[in-house]
């Protein structure tokens, strides 16, 4: 079964705007990634926040972790239409990664 | 993907056949992991290694083995595949303290 649950399940925005996508998980967990999967294609790696971390950034990204709401929100901001593909959550614990059912973003032109 | 490949990309096989993927790394990563990923599912893990010849069970193991007799190969076999074993199959290697990198993919059909 999933541990994380990703909401919404789909995004539609305007380039440019920004873009939040939120995830929330079960149990306690050593670490939160997120990943994004263009159509076809693997998935890669975005972000990791470890469960002592409230907030992470790289470049547009900014991820948070509130661990006593078991939650995460992902923002991409300045949003492109490079952007448009699938992102998926996935908390980490005793080396192994279990993944929500992923988000679908549009970014329209 | 650096350093991480699979084989086949693409697979067709009919029911009641075995069937083995590939996944070959190339930086001597310690675990490997196999997921497949289903419409509505998102990714399921499989079956993961720790080790040549160290192995567990994941949420889907059912039908499938693996083996690891060197570091750089891990395979996945579908004893006899069923039509439920349709599906996307990915492979992936844990790389502290960034995540996890992802091979391509397999895209297999079980006819």
């Known amino acids: 079964s999933q541990q994380g649950e990703e909401d919404p399940q789909a995004l539609s925005i305007q380039e440019g705007e920004n873009a939040t996508m939120n995830c929330s998980y079960k149990?306690?967990?050593?670490?939160l990634q997120w990943y994004r999967q263009n159509s076809g294609r693997g998935l890669v790696h975005l972000i990791l926040?470890?469960?002592?971390?409230r907030e992470k950034h790289s470049g547009r990204l900014r991820v948070t972790l509130d661990t006593s709401k078991k939650s995460s929100s992902l923002l991409i901001t300045a949003s492109r239409a490079a952007d448009t593909a699938s992102y998926f959550c996935a908390t980490g614990a005793n080396s192994k990664l279990t993944f929500g059912k992923g988000i679908t973003l549009s970014v329209r032109p | 993907d650096a350093g991480i490949t699979q084989s086949p990309r693409h697979k067709v096989t009919e029911t009641g056949t075995p069937v083995t993927l590939r996944c070959h790394q190339t930086?001597?990563?310690?675990?490997m992991y196999w997921y497949r990923q289903d419409p509505g599912h998102g990714l399921r893990l499989i079956h993961y290694?720790?080790?040549?010849?160290?192995?567990d069970k994941g949420e889907v193991s059912d039908g499938y083995s693996v083996s690891r007799s060197k570091t750089e190969d891990f395979l996945l076999t579908l004893e006899s595949a069923t039509s439920s074993q349709t599906s996307v199959y990915f492979c992936a290697i844990i790389t502290f303290p960034y995540g996890y990198t992802f091979g391509s993919g397999t895209r297999l059909t079980v006819v």
């Open positions: 290694s720790y080790g040549v010849k160290d192995t």
């Open positions: 930086e001597n990563h310690r675990y």
């Open positions: 926040i470890r469960s002592n971390e």
């Open positions: 149990t306690s967990i050593n670490n």
